[in-house]
């Protein structure tokens, strides 16, 4: 940790990035919290999948503009518009005028906004540290991610059930602020050919045939994209009711938000030194732990119990977001690695808008808690589906060098 830090541009990609992935969690689970409050769990959906449509819909072009413009730029505007949104959606909170319809418009824009950063984010990682610091630096980097799954939703329960969300979202607004105010100071390397840039058409065809050259990218993909929308997506929406059901109070939800972060922590920590022969064979075996729990929740199962479970998890999701993100990084050419990077985020979510839209009124047919079992039952046999893909099982480790 302390080796990969001393890089200058990579100190201030990952003190920016903290500030605001620790507001991105606090404000995801608020806007559960929140919304379940003054609505229904459809009201939740709705709110979800306008921060996701627009997200999704404007990913390929943001790994476009990524991959031609000085990414470190891009991500400070987007920081920016961000800025702006939640400080917007703060103010109508805290002077009592806010209405559903509003959270939708504003979480539209702002999931817009997210389209370009995510695969800017993604390209520009390898381009402040070493070649062979890559693994440390995607790790260092999901610990900030741990660290906000940890923190983050007990600060939102803290707020919204305390002090009131409004001060939630005022906070993820400074914390974009603080982001920008950090990557406007980076210079990032130059990292592999130079290759002159065509139509948005013509890049977009490239970047998918990068895409779809490997198996192991494209069949991973397309895995997590249908387990978003059985399991994560109804999880989100639904957590909360559950929680009150099964549990007595909201406040559950938060716990087990706050123990998977804890869990991650672990599993990022853990990457900084573990570097498996089979990557990605490792990651979907530490990814089985995630969809059991979220079944086992809705099942009521006992509450220390299920806090162990989702500290597992944590682990799991760490490791496998850090061993993908080192694969794509060494695997992908640097060119191309954004917009790569945007077919990855742009498969994986494309579905998860139908999840939260589904997700409330499958609950009123058949049960919150129903569905999150179902769910999750099914979204652990689509996670084994990755044993069977043969390039998961054949890629291995490449030497720190690349």
């Known amino acids: 940790m302390r080796r990969v830090l001393k890089e200058r541009e990579f100190r201030l990609l990952w003190l920016g990035h903290s500030a605001s992935t620790i507001g991105d969690r606090l404000v995801f689970v608020a806007l559960a919290l929140y919304v379940t409050e003054i609505g229904s769990p459809t009201d939740v959906g709705i709110v979800l999948a306008a921060h996701a449509v627009p997200f999704v819909a404007f990913l390929m072009l943001g790994g476009v503009w990524a991959d ?19 400080t917007l959606l703060a103010v109508l909170i805290l002077t009592g005028t806010v209405e559903i319809w509003h959270i939708v418009v504003i979480e539209a824009v702002f999931g817009a906004a997210e389209a370009f950063f995510r695969p800017a984010f993604t390209g520009l990682v390898p381009q402040t540290v070493p070649e062979p610091l890559l ?7 999901a610990i900030v991610a741990t660290v906000a799954e940890f923190a983050g939703p007990a600060l939102a329960a ?10 939630a979202f005022a906070l993820d607004a400074a914390t974009f602020v603080v982001s920008a105010l950090f990557l406007i100071q980076l210079k990032p390397r130059m990292r592999g050919a130079v290759v002159e840039s065509g139509s948005v058409l013509s890049e977009l065809r490239a970047g998918w045939s990068e895409f779809r050259a490997r198996s192991w990218v494209w069949g991973t993909v397309a895995i997590f994209s249908f387990l978003l929308i059985f399991a994560f997506g109804p999880y989100t929406v639904l957590g909360p009711t559950v929680a009150e059901q099964e549990f007595g109070g909201t406040g559950f939800y938060g716990v087990l938000a706050a123990a998977l972060g804890a869990g991650t922590i672990g599993g990022a920590l853990i990457g900084l030194r573990w570097r498996p022969e089979r990557p990605l064979l490792m990651a979907f075996a530490c990814n089985l732990p995630w969809t059991a729990a979220i079944a086992l929740f809705a099942a009521g199962a006992p509450r220390p119990f299920l806090v162990a479970c989702f500290v ?7 490791l496998f977001d850090v061993w993908w993100q080192t694969a794509l990084a060494q695997r992908i050419p640097p060119y191309a690695l954004s917009r790569v990077s945007s077919y990855d985020w742009m498969g994986s979510l494309a579905l998860l808008p139908l999840g939260y839209l589904l997700a409330g009124p499958a609950a009123e047919a058949f049960g919150a808690s129903e569905v999150l079992i179902v769910g999750g039952l099914v979204g652990l046999a689509i996670s084994a589906l990755g044993f069977a893909i043969p390039d998961v099982r054949r890629l291995r480790k490449l030497s720190p060098a690349g």
């Open 68 to 86: 031609r413009l000085p990414r470190h730029l891009v991500m400070v505007a987007t920081d920016l518009v961000r800025a702006a949104m939640h």
């Open 135 to 141: 693994q440390d630096a995607n790790a260092a980097t």
């Open 158 to 167: 803290a707020l919204v059930l305390g002090v009131g969300a409004g001060w």
């Open 312 to 318: 597992l998890s944590g682990v799991g999701l760490a």
